[in-house]
């Protein structure tokens, strides 16, 4: 069962605050070396799982191996491999940037030297050079939220858990962290993120579970989730309303079941469940000497996923 593929690998895990049960008999496995997105809304229990992944907080019961750790038994040995961004580290508001990693460097082993080096680096990597020669307690809240994520990787782990990394960053500061994370991914490093955005684990994840109601209820590639809701749609346009008129009643001859929908006065899209209805519907148009002027053929975002799967809630 516990795979050393596996980075995380969580069995019928219960977790309640009192009279609320936040997680309740939730499976998970996140493979190692990928970047993992946990997609859910306030309080769907994205942090209580983070916390409960990094030994920071206790569960009621349930199997959890992480980095093939049993917890909660092997705690140290988990904490030695991983590291949370704002959760071990304290920065020291009085003094700069840069003092602060060299500390913490030290502190993790480091000699002078290397610390220096490693500290220069994580700057640089966090578009931090010039700040960090002022005090902490003079950055913005980006700047202070990309020195936190620097302080947590002085030394490099295997698996890297970041909180809601990048809520109410900008999008310069959101796209540094993004960088930063597919560099380390791309070294071999998990990572296990949470976000309420879509976009991020869109265009970050290589794995997006949605947590609901206290379990995983969708998991899969973010192309896997987007074809298990909607289906994929092509639209059409033509060099007129008349012309889209007889593609219409074509197509609607063609394909009894489907539903066209117009839109504009010289477009039509239908919704087809694989590419190969997409070119026949184009192959009986020429046969009928129509032209289309475009075509294009688009699948389900992933807000359908996320609202077939949250029953229809939305944050925003
Ligand atoms: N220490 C605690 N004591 C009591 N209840 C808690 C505690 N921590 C979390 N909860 C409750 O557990 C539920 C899940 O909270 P959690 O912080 O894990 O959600 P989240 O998905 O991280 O939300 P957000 O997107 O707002 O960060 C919420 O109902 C919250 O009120
Ligand atoms: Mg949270």
Redesign the pocket.
Known sequence: MMGNSMAVEIRNLCKS?KQ?E?LKDLDLSVPKGKIFALL?????????MVKILSTLLKFDSGHINVLSHELPKQSDSVRSKISMTGQYVALDEDLTGEQNLILIARLSGYNSIQAKGRTKELLEMFDLSDAGKKTVKTYSGGMHRRLDIAAGIIKTPELLFLD?PTTGLDPRSRSVVWDFVRGLAHNGTTIFL?T?YLEEADRLADLIAVIEGGKIVAKGTPTELKSLVGRKTVSIRFKDTAERESAKKLVSKSFPNKSVTEHESDLFSIEISDISQANSILNGLADASIEPVEYSISQASLDEVFLTFTGGKTNE
């Open positions: 605050f609320n936040v859910g809304q306030n309080g769907a229990g994205k942090t209580t809601e949470t309420q």
